[in-house]
């Protein structure tokens, strides 16, 4: 099922009710993008990953280090100063250090 953005803000919405922290769905969401990257390129390879200041940026991030870690060759590429990023966003980019 894919869902519209407005739609996805409401899940999210109901996620952050629940007590469930932006964290948490980054880093859910970020093993899924790098789960569904490997199904599609079992052998690891090289992945050029751009990402801007935001969550998804971060999803972004925790993809590329769960890619690193199986093996891939990660290159990043932000679109914004690191003084730009989100505190979550500038802690995912430390990790992946």
Known sequence: MI???SEMK???AEAFARG????????EAG???AGAVRQFFPKPGHATVY???GHNGGDALVAATHLRAC???VQLRPV???DDLS???QKKLREFH
Do not use: R, Y
Request: proline share 0%; no cysteine.
């Open 71 to 73: 093996g891939w060759t």
């Open 51 to 53: 990402f801007g200041k």
């Open 87 to 89: 505190e979550l966003l």
């Open 10 to 12: 409401n899940v999210e």
């Open 80 to 82: 914004f100063q690191e």
């Open 20 to 27: 469930v922290s932006a964290e948490s769905l980054m880093n």
């Open 3 to 5: 869902l519209s953005a």
């Open 31 to 33: 093993a899924q993008i």
